[in-house]
């Protein structure tokens, strides 16, 4: 008998779970992107940094016969 009783604990940590991961998907996330979006942008901006950027592309040569 114990161990029917311990194998239905998971179902509300499951439905909890999911109910907050629905909830976030459609309204918090969305709500944090609208916060991010108001929140005041930086007046001065400096152009006059120049970073170094490289490009690696592997690559692999075959000798064709």
Known sequence: MR???EDGYNA????YLFLFLFVWQFGGYPLLMVI?????KPEN????F???V???V???I???K
Do not use: G, M, N
Not at 12 to 15: A, H, R, T
Not at 36 to 40: E, Q, R, S, T
């Open 45 to 48: 901006k400096e152009y006059s």
């Open 58 to 60: 592997p690559i692999y």
């Open 36 to 40: 991010v979006a108001l929140k005041p």
């Open 62 to 64: 075959t000798k064709r």
């Open 54 to 56: 490289s490009i690696i």
């Open 3 to 5: 161990e029917r009783e």
């Open 50 to 52: 120049q970073p170094f």
């Open 12 to 15: 509300p940590i499951l439905l």
